[in-house]
């Protein structure tokens, strides 16, 4: 895209240049005539004064690109109503018939009168232009104002891929936006040496064709570039500023940082903290106890979503699933963590339908076979 707009330019201004050489405006001027140049040579004067204005114009060109769509419209409003105060003015005094005043002289003023008052105009307008409400004029920019939804994607959600799951479910709606940037970074982390980071890039190529390949998303690769911010984050929220956009990730400092810089943010692990099942005091879990806890007697399990479960007096059932009963549920910044006791032989289980069982499948299905062989044994 940069260089397909490169070469527009180049091809403007050489364009440009070549109608001036051929219709050589600086033909009829003195002191060029005067400098003794020849037909030539005013032709290659025409030709180097008309790639200047073509430069000017495309200079132009690309600081109003930058502009925002409000400084735009303050600027043009500004510029209309200084050109046509700067005519009436200038009507006024071409309408003075006085001999004390020469015409070259109201000539001139009428020319720097609408010099100055369109160029008050275009300043004043495009710095009071941010307090215009799009929503307020109606039509295309009322409408565009009010349904703009991107969603800009940093590099650690796109290789963590929970991303592409929830996309898969239809809660994450709007606009998915890709910055260029982003794509670099990952393709440099796929091509690293280290095998550790290679295998992340790739998964995140991965995670990427994943979400193309999902119909139901709208994704937009931007080309949006800020060669003075050398941080990737920071591109992100000077992205997330210009379009107005939120920027999905998972990256703790990106979050604060952009959250203070106004621009909002989606956190997927704030996402899955709260997607974590509820559990209250006094219900009953079936876990499989994996390894001994810090104090003594201790057994340690693990929900589906990594949440630690603390048993008293399981140390002996490591490597078995236990029923237990809750005892408390403790919040940490680090997330939630569960304690709990083995369920009292004396007491009765409640139905199979209200206990929390926190195995995998898999770990579910075996736990069945080996009750099925332990009771095909007994009998």
Not at 94 to 118: R, W
Request: a negative charge; proline letters at 2%.
């Amino acid at each position: 895209m940069q260089r397909d707009l490169l070469l527009i330019r180049v091809v403007f201004i050489i364009l440009l240049a070549a109608i001036a050489a051929v219709i050589n405006p600086l033909s009829n001027v003195g002191f060029l005539a005067d400098a003794g140049l020849d037909p030539v040579g005013l032709r290659v004067a025409s030709a180097v004064f008309g790639a200047l204005i073509g430069g000017l114009i495309v200079f132009f060109e690309t600081r109003a690109r930058e502009a925002s769509l409000k400084t735009l419209i303050g600027g043009s409003v500004g510029l209309a109503i200084g050109v046509i105060g700067a005519f009436l003015v200038g009507m006024l005094i071409s309408s003075q018939e006085t001999a004390t005043v020469p015409g070259e002289v109201k000539t001139f003023l009428t020319i720097s009168l609408a010099f100055l008052l369109g160029y008050i105009g275009l300043m004043v307008g495009a710095a009071k232009g941010e307090f215009i409400e799009l929503s307020a004029l109606g039509g295309v920019f009322g409408e565009a104002e009010e349904y703009r939804d991107y969603k800009i994607l940093d590099t650690s959600v796109i290789i963590d891929g929970r991303i592409a799951d929830v996309a898969e479910t239809g809660f994450l709606t709007g606009t998915i936006v890709i910055p260029q940037f982003i794509l670099a970074e990952l393709q440099q982390v796929a091509d690293s040496p280290d095998s550790s980071k290679r295998q992340r890039g790739r998964r995140g190529l991965d995670m990427l064709q994943k979400l193309r390949n999902n119909n139901a998303l709208d994704i937009q690769i931007v080309e949006n570039d800020y060669p003075k911010v050398k941080e990737v984050d920071l591109k992100l929220i000077e992205l997330g500023q210009e379009l107005g956009g939120v920027v999905v990730t998972n990256d703790f400092n990106l979050n604060k940082v952009s959250e203070l810089r106004g621009v909002s943010v989606l956190n997927i692990n704030e996402l899955a903290n709260a997607l974590k099942p509820v559990v209250l005091p006094g219900e009953a879990m079936r876990v499989f106890i994996l390894k001994e806890g810090k104090e003594y007697n201790q057994g340690v399990a693990y929900l589906d979503d990594g949440t630690m479960v603390v048993v008293d007096n399981a140390r002996k059932l490591i490597g078995k699933t236990a029923d237990i009963a809750v005892t408390s549920v403790l919040q940490t910044t680090a997330g939630k963590m569960i304690f709990g006791r083995l369920w009292d032989e004396n007491q009765e289980l409640p139905d199979a339908d209200n206990i929390h069982d926190t195995r995998s499948e898999n770990m579910r299905k075996q736990a069945g076979n080996v009750r099925t062989e332990t009771v095909a044994e007994k009998s």
